[in-house]
């Protein structure tokens, strides 16, 4: 059985890839150091603690399994934190993924699936951000995702590593069977927070700026549901594994919603009133972000399947209510 590392395989979209690659026939091992995962979302595979900064303890779990392949999420990955930290993500997402890298160079592990954002693409003025549209990241987050695509490329030289790019827009939703979903804390994410006040543990939505050249003023970002993003990965292992070499796609729904949106359709799925407060803008955010997704759908045969609003809205909803009771 082909054995695939996950690195922060206990958070929220290394839970839900897990979870694909089990159900595929894979043998998934997470490795995580619990900082933001939860034990409770490994339930599919083993569970080893550890940090990627951890030279000894990746090269011995390496050796232990002998991967073909990693999935690379584990990171820290708030763009208004790490505008507040940016050493702090330089030091995880930069200098702890070399350490991940020459770990399996060492392990002669060859295959990564690296976990990328849209944050690098910066503010771009386009309607929809292709894989070669510039990337001019606009905060220490998206600068430092940026960084490994760079390294990763260079890296390629020194062993022989292939690798698959995925720019993720923005994860939402939870499993459809609502085994697992998101759990953040604290949380920031506009999905988990609006659901909070529906259940009465928040009592409003801080609207982060309201006068954004977007037509009702407040920022536009592309929700994909996390298990279409999980199924990308799938199909990036399968690329590699057919040999086709390093590669880079953009993963959204391919579609944009204001916060404004977002809200309405969680009002219609709660039943909820949800309160809103207009705030200031949040330091590092873009005004707006949509992917193309022509390249992943073409050459992946990947398409989003679940990523309306309302099914995302919907998973969102019944795993908040699970795992409040
Ligand atoms: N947002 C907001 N209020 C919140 C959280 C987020 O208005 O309490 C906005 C945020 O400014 C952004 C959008 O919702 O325009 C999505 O933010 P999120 O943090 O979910 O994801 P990001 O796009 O930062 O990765």
Not at 128 to 145: A, F, H, V
């Amino acid at each position: 059985m082909t054995t695939v590392i996950v690195t922060g395989g206990a958070g929220y979209i290394g839970s839900h890839a897990a979870k694909l690659l089990e159900k595929a026939g894979y043998n998934p091992v997470v490795y995580d150091d619990l900082s933001t995962g939860h034990e409770w979302a490994v339930k599919w595979g083993p569970l080893e603690i550890g940090s990627i900064g951890d030279s000894e303890r990746l090269v011995g779990v390496m050796e232990r399994y002998k991967p073909d392949a990693v999935f690379h999420f584990a990171a820290q990955c708030l763009v208004g934190e790490s505008m507040q930290k940016p050493l702090s993500y330089y030091n995880k997402n930069v200098g702890e993924t070399i350490t991940l890298l020459q770990a399996m160079k060492q392990a002669r592990c060859h295959k990564l699936i690296f976990s990328s954002s849209c944050a690098t693409f910066g503010e771009p003025e386009v309607d929809l951000i292709t894989e070669d549209t510039i990337q001019q990241p606009i905060n220490p987050y998206g600068r430092s995702k940026l960084m490994i695509e760079t390294i990763l490329a260079d890296a390629e030289k020194e062993f022989p590593l292939n690798s698959v790019i995925l720019r993720y827009f923005n994860a939402a939703g939870g499993d459809p069977e609502a085994a697992i979903g998101e759990a953040h804390d604290p949380e920031t994410h506009i999905i988990p927070i609006i659901l909070q006040c529906a259940l009465g543990t928040r009592d409003k939505v801080n609207i982060y700026g309201d006068d954004y050249l977007t037509p009702d003023g407040t920022c536009i970002r592309d929700y994909i549901h996390v298990t279409d993003l999980a199924e990308a990965h799938l199909l990036a292992l399968k690329w590699l594994e057919a040999g086709k070499g390093s590669e880079h796609f953009n993963l959204g729904g391919g579609n944009g919603y204001s916060v404004y949106d977002v809200i309405e359709a969680c009002r219609k799925i709660t039943g909820h009133l949800i309160p809103t407060q207009i705030c200031p803008r949040r330091e590092g955010d873009p005004s707006k972000l949509i992917a193309s997704v022509a390249k992943a759908k073409k050459s992946l045969c990947w398409s989003p399947k679940m990523s309306d609003i309302s099914t995302i809205v919907a998973d969102a909803w019944r795993w908040a209510q699970k795992s409040s009771a």
